[in-house]
């Protein structure tokens, strides 16, 4: 049982056309910004479709738990250096910053929105 691999949940189409593209698009526009570097927005928003396509894939595949992830992010390091044409190391940092700032975002929001129902009852 400890070798078992097992397939994430796999996200439904519009999943990702709804929520990976936007927060991909979210992530290189922070991170890059972060760096102080102006993104295109259609070049952020073509990276964020094709990351939102391979996410969609990626997903359904047998992994090892978090292998998903790793997958994700060097994928959209090596898209978003093909076509910004940035060094690897500032393409690979600046979609971890942008990654971290909407972990962060999105903790916070979790915290305020859920944090706080249990004071309605």
Request: glycine letters at 8%; hydrophobic letters at 55%.
């Amino acid at each position: 049982m400890a070798n078992e691999v097992r397939c994430l949940y796999p996200i439904p189409w519009y999943v990702a056309l709804l929520e990976t593209v936007p927060e991909t698009f979210l992530v290189i526009k922070l991170g890059f910004k972060l760096f102080g570097t102006d993104v295109d927005t259609k070049k952020a928003l073509l990276i964020s479709l094709m990351n939102g396509i391979f996410t969609y894939f990626v997903r359904k595949m047998p992994l090892v738990f978090g292998l998903h992830t790793i997958a994700i992010i060097l994928f959209l390091t090596l898209l978003v250096k093909a076509l910004l044409k940035h060094s690897t190391g500032y393409c690979f940092a600046s979609v971890a910053a942008g990654g971290m700032i909407l972990g962060v975002l999105q903790s916070t929001v979790l915290f305020f929105v859920f944090g706080n129902i249990q004071h309605c009852r």
